[in-house]
């Protein structure tokens, strides 16, 4: 396998049938020693978090693809935390999307002062950032895609269809066991000028709470794989 990319909680690798295969590792975004899904550096790391992680994305990417969303998902190694994957060429030089259920986070952070902490988001609120930690993933529109030459307008209102679908069913399956989803992470690509979901559904990306308390992503995964 030859290394063609080393990401923040995964190392990618091209495979001879031309696939791509992830590696999962134990790090994960926040700040201070303390998770947070919405930061843009590593903060922390985490033992087992790297398997976790994968765990969680096969029983999302499997759910998905049995309600008929297409991803890149092919199949996993547990013990070896690898995910084979179909490849996906990103939007621009990476491109995250975030569907926000409830205000939190960095969402607060730039619009506090018109909403407070924990404030339901009805329907759902669907935002992009570049993933470039130097200007810290700065925001970036719809039109700001197309005018960029990133994506179409088309392919946003594609991916944005996908992301609002995509967060519930991962919302619905997570209220099933008493958890609740305040906003979660994604990545897409294209694959034959089709926009679909890249990446990984992981705990470590997505803020989700029990009886008020937001829960650590270990302890989601086992809620999850647990049930």
């Given at each position: 396998?030859?290394?063609?990319?080393?990401?923040?909680?995964?190392?990618?690798?091209?495979?001879?049938?031309?696939?791509?295969?992830?590696?999962?590792?134990?790090?994960?975004?926040?700040?201070?020693?303390?998770?947070?899904?919405?930061?843009?550096?590593?903060?922390?790391?985490?033992?087992?978090?790297?398997?976790?992680?994968?765990?969680?994305?096969?029983y999302y990417f499997e759910l998905l693809k049995a309600?008929?969303?297409?991803?890149?998902?092919?199949?996993?190694?547990?013990?070896?935390?690898?995910?084979?994957?179909?490849?996906?060429?990103?939007?621009?030089?990476?491109?995250?999307?975030?569907?926000?259920?409830?205000?939190?986070?960095?969402?607060?952070?730039?619009?506090?002062?018109?909403?407070?902490?924990?404030?339901?988001?009805?329907?759902?609120?669907?935002?992009?950032?570049?993933?470039?930690?130097?200007?810290?993933?700065?925001?970036?529109?719809?039109?700001?895609?197309?005018?960029?030459?990133?994506?179409?307008?088309?392919?946003?209102?594609?991916?944005?269809?996908?992301?609002?679908?995509?967060?519930?069913?991962?919302?619905?399956?997570?209220?099933?066991?008493?958890?609740?989803?305040?906003?979660?992470?994604?990545?897409?690509?294209?694959?034959?000028?089709?926009?679909?979901l890249i990446d990984e559904i992981a705990s470590g990306?997505?803020?989700?709470?029990?009886?008020?308390?937001?829960?650590?992503?270990?302890?989601?995964?086992?809620?999850?794989?647990?049930?």
């Amino acid at each position: 396998m030859k290394k063609i990319y080393e990401g923040k909680t995964k190392d990618v690798y091209s495979l001879d049938n031309g696939n791509v295969m992830l590696k999962f590792k134990d790090d994960c975004t926040g700040k201070d020693g303390v998770f947070d899904p919405g930061e843009n550096t590593v903060g922390l790391t985490i033992e087992g978090i790297g398997k976790a992680n994968l765990q969680t994305s096969v029983y999302y990417f499997e759910l998905l693809k049995a309600a008929g969303i297409k991803t890149h998902y092919v199949s996993a190694n547990v013990d070896d935390a690898t995910m084979e994957v179909l490849p996906g060429k990103v939007f621009g030089h990476g491109l995250e999307v975030i569907c926000r259920l409830v205000a939190t986070g960095s969402f607060i952070r730039r619009y506090g002062e018109y909403i407070e902490d924990g404030t339901p988001l009805e329907g759902g609120y669907v935002e992009c950032t570049f993933k470039n930690d130097a200007k810290g993933d700065p925001l970036v529109t719809s039109e700001g895609l197309a005018a960029l030459g990133v994506m179409s307008e088309e392919m946003f209102a594609s991916m944005k269809e996908q992301t609002l679908k995509i967060t519930k069913i991962v919302a619905d399956d997570l209220k099933s066991i008493g958890l609740d989803l305040w906003d979660i992470k994604f990545e897409f690509g294209y694959n034959n000028d089709e926009v679909i979901l890249i990446d990984e559904i992981a705990s470590g990306n997505m803020r989700v709470y029990k009886d008020g308390k937001i829960v650590d992503p270990v302890d989601l995964t086992k809620y999850i794989l647990n049930r």
